[in-house]
C-alpha cells in the first residue's frame, strides 16, 4: 500500500512538472519582440554606419523597444518576488539567490530597472542625433 502512493505522488509530481514546463513554453513560443526591435547584426550595422536621421530613428526604437521589454521583466520580476516573500522556500535560507528566492528576483528586478534607464538614454541621444 506504501508503495502505491509513492508510486502515486511520483506520477502526480511528473504531470504537474510536465503541465508547467508545457505552460513555460507556449509562453515563450507566443512572446513577441517588442515593434521596433532590430536583431543584434542590424543594431551592429547600423551603430557603426548611422549616418542619416532615419537610421539615428531606427536606433532610437530600438532602444526605445529595448527599455519597454527590460522594464516588462522588472515588472515580472517583482511580482515573483512579492510572491516568493509570502511563500518563502527553502532556498530563501538553503540556498540563498538561488531561482526560486525573493532575493533573486528583486535583484533581476533593479537590475532590469537600471537597464531600462541606459536603454531610454541610448533612444534619447539618437532622436537627438536624427
Not at 538561488?98 to 528586478?109: L, Q, S, W
Request: proline share 2%.
Amino acid at each position: 500500500m506504501n508503495s502505491w502512493f509513492s508510486n502515486r505522488n511520483r506520477v502526480a509530481a511528473s504531470l504537474v512538472a510536465f503541465a508547467v514546463a508545457m505552460m513555460i513554453s507556449a509562453g515563450q513560443a507566443s512572446a513577441v519582440e517588442p515593434r521596433g526591435m532590430l536583431n543584434s547584426k542590424e543594431v551592429k550595422a547600423l551603430v557603426a554606419n548611422a549616418k542619416t536621421a532615419v537610421d539615428h530613428m531606427k536606433l532610437a526604437q530600438h532602444y526605445t523597444a529595448m527599455a519597454e521589454k527590460l522594464e516588462a521583466e522588472a515588472k515580472e520580476h517583482a511580482t515573483l518576488a512579492a510572491e516568493y516573500r509570502r511563500n518563502p522556500r527553502v532556498s530563501e535560507t538553503k540556498r540563498p539567490m538561488a531561482a526560486d528566492t525573493a532575493a533573486h528576483c528583486e535583484y533581476f528586478v533593479e537590475h532590469c530597472r537600471k537597464a531600462a534607464k541606459e536603454m531610454r538614454a541610448m533612444a534619447a541621444a539618437h532622436e537627438e542625433m536624427a
